[in-house]
């Protein structure tokens, strides 16, 4: 017997039998007893007991950890042992030591996760053999939590050695003591992903053909001298009964030869009813001509065989989903000489999954998640409708090469999905293009989410996306129609400021002191309607990317004075003293019509702000690397509230009073484009400081830089 068949056979059998059995003992230490006699009798290998003896108790929890370092469980003592890395977390049966004695060449431990050789694991295999009965036999301690006090403890001393990755049949067979010992059934079905396994090993040992008998020659050693394929029905039907699924042979060209009782316990039809295609009587009718397709297409070329279909189920009339699998068998000349597949239920879970697409189809934003490599593994109906795709499944497996989208776009779509799984972390309101099938461009706000696996580890991502094109074009056209606006106010403006500067230069005539004090009131009023509105046009421009920084040299202080000059006529009227401190030159490489409108802005609004017969306090100072100006004054203070406010549009504040609410915001717009800065400090003792901070020569000066890219 091959290494495969002692592997499986065996212990596949001892499975089988203890999931029959049905204990007459009432207390646990008879049962106990009971069950320790049934292992002993019933696990042999080549007809020869397999088991010198096994011993189930209980023990409290806190003597047997479930932990990195677990407590061992021997006939005498408890030492710790570290247990073999296994590929799913959180199991209740654990296989917490699995040694071979003797410690010769292919012993295997748990605790170990390199494997022998092939040739060593055959030469130990069959060694073991010849040791049936002696002292070199494996020793094996599963565990399984019984409670959050106590842990059902397992203890095999074996006549035999161990072939690798019996594991999970182990794990199985604790769990099943520990249903009989209790008569509780709960252990039995937290093993569902252990059964799996037991599948998935042998699923891939077949599909890589590795199936092969090995002979002993006294004179030679071992020889390869045959294909084990011929003896692979006999496994199989082993294997088939001791798992929860329905399994089925068949041969070379299809025809199915074999079905375990599952089949007959679900379908209701006899195992002779599914024979050659008579398995196809349980198809759904929906399902029948994509599942045969596919199946005499697999038969046909050896491909893999996976289908998910739905199945009748004759007691109930009701149908449920499976997922059905099969793997050719091939002799060393790689000709196929059998099948081997199963069929899981996946109803539940394909009944949750279709409740969750449900949700996610009805709602309106566009979902999709992918892999590692940016391949999509699903999306919703929105974004399979973007995609003009006719079905959500027809994502599954494409990427975003085979869209509709720009290469340019496909090319930014991976660089976001990259940076979001490599930092893990999430990017919110991507603001990206896409290209629809008919050609048609739309605006996104996309949000994309690193996914993670148990263990924390990422996996693809999570993105979702709403279509702001309309937005986008309403916000165009409020802009193109606030620019037009503020260009037709702007004209009757400086016409009647022109027209208020004629009065007071006495074009008209002389005026009196009461005329001339109203007409400068209506002056002011303009000057203020003016530059609310310069800045409205200069907030517009900047925010759709039109407006461009100009770089050049000039010298800071003279556009200062010139704008304290500007503003004489205003601190006048309201009887305010300036003081002014700057150097005598300052050169500054920046926007020089960008910079003033942040002075002039500053200034009128201390203005503004400030008492009648106060006092203005301008101060600019300079480093080597970096001009700072201040502008400050008196009156009522800037409340906490306004603070968190104070540079945001359109925020007028309670302290400022008539306005647009944008000189500020231009003021941080300006600042933050040259790379700089704006601050305020309020308080009743001190007044309120107003600060701008820039370099005095920026990182990247020059022509063409625009001040803010657009918000959405």
């Not at 590929?87 to 699995?98: D, F, I, P, S």
């Not at 000057?527 to 800071?556: A, P």
Request: net charge negative.
């Amino acid at each position: 017997m091959s290494m495969n068949l002692l592997r499986f056979n065996a212990l596949a059998d001892i499975v089988s039998t203890v999931r029959k059995y049905k204990c007459r003992a009432s207390g646990l230490e008879s049962r106990a007893e009971e069950l320790s006699q049934l292992l002993v009798q019933n696990f042999s290998v080549n007809g020869k007991p397999a088991l010198r003896s096994a011993r189930l108790f209980f023990v409290p929890f806190d003597k047997v950890t479930d932990s990195a370092e677990r407590a061992v469980v021997t006939d005498n003592e408890i030492r710790q042992v570290t247990d073999r890395p296994t590929k799913r977390a959180n199991r209740k049966g654990t296989v917490m030591y699995l040694e071979n004695s003797g410690g010769e060449v292919g012993s295997v431990s748990a605790a170990s996760t390199k494997q022998p050789k092939k040739k060593e694991l055959q030469a130990s295999q069959d060694s073991s053999h010849e040791e049936l009965g002696s002292e070199n036999g494996a020793k094996v301690v599963a565990t399984v939590k019984a409670s959050d006090e106590s842990q059902f403890v397992v203890t095999l001393e074996m006549t035999v050695q161990l072939a690798p990755d019996v594991a999970p049949y182990f794990r199985v067979l604790s769990s099943m003591l520990a249903s009989k010992m209790t008569g509780n059934d709960i252990f039995f079905k937290d093993i569902s992903e252990e059964w799996a396994e037991l599948y998935e090993h042998a699923f891939d040992e077949l599909s890589r053909g590795e199936f092969h008998i090995v002979e002993h020659n006294k004179a030679h050693g071992l020889e390869f001298v045959a294909d084990d394929t011929d003896h692979f029905s006999e496994w199989s039907h082993s294997l088939a009964e001791s798992l929860p699924l329905i399994v089925w042979t068949a041969l070379p060209d299809g025809y199915v030869n074999f079905v375990n009782s599952k089949w007959a316990d679900y379908t209701g039809l006899t195992s002779g009813d599914a024979y050659g295609k008579g398995w196809q009587r349980a198809l759904h009718p929906d399902d029948f001509e994509r599942a045969t397709k596919r199946f005499d297409h697999c038969m046909k070329t050896g491909e893999l065989f996976e289908n998910e279909h739905r199945l009748l189920d004759l007691n109930t009339r009701q149908y449920r989903w499976f997922l059905a699998q099969g793997v050719p068998v091939r002799d060393r000349d790689g000709n196929i000489k059998s099948w081997f597949g199963t069929a899981t239920d996946i109803d539940e879970q394909k009944r949750v999954n279709e409740r969750l697409q449900f949700v996610m189809d009805t709602i309106p934003a566009a979902i999709f998640w992918k892999d590692k490599n940016s391949v999509y593994l699903g999306c919703n109906k929105t974004f399979a409708n973007i995609a003009g795709l006719s079905h959500v499944d027809q994502i599954v497996g494409k990427t975003d090469f085979d869209m509709p989208w720009t290469a340019d776009e496909t090319e930014f779509y991976h660089l976001c999905d990259r940076k979001v799984m490599e930092e893990n972390q999430p990017q919110f309101n991507i603001l990206e293009p896409l290209t629809r099938k008919g050609g048609e461009v739309s605006w996104l706000n996309t949000s994309k989410m690193p996914m993670h696996d148990a263990s924390g580890n990422v996996i693809g991502i999570l993105a979702h996306f709403e279509d702001i094109t309309k937005t986008i074009q309403l916000q165009s056209q409020r802009e193109d129609f606030m620019a037009s606006l503020a260009h037709d106010l702007k004209v009757p403006v400086i016409g009647a400021i022109r027209a208020l500067d004629a009065l007071l230069q006495g074009y008209v005539g002389p005026l009196d002191d009461k005329q001339t004090d109203f007409i400068q009131c209506l002056h002011r009023s303009h000057e203020n309607l003016l530059l609310m509105v310069k800045n409205l046009l200069q907030v517009l421009r900047y925010e759709s990317g039109k407006d461009q920084f100009i770089f050049e040299h000039f010298d800071l202080v003279g556009i200062l004075n010139d704008c304290l000059k500007d503003s004489g006529p205003a601190m006048t009227a309201k009887h305010i003293h300036l003081e002014f401190q700057a150097p005598k030159k300052l050169i500054l490489n920046a926007d020089r019509v960008a910079v003033k409108a942040l002075i002039v802005n500053l200034i009128g609004n201390a203005i503004n702000s400030a008492p009648e017969h106060t006092q203005v306090k301008v101060n600019l100072e300079a480093t080597d690397k970096q001009a700072t100006l201040e502008v400050h004054n008196g009156g009522e203070p800037i409340s906490e509230e306004d603070m968190e406010q104070l540079f945001q549009r359109l925020w007028q504040g309670k302290r400022f009073g008539a306005g647009a609410g944008l000189g500020l915001f231009l003021c941080r717009q300006i600042a933050e484009g040259h790379n700089g800065s704006m601050s305020c400090i309020s308080s009743r003792e001190e007044g309120t400081v107003m600060r701008f901070s820039l370099p005095i020569t920026p990182a990247s000066p020059g022509h063409g830089k625009q001040i803010k890219p657009k918000n959405v």
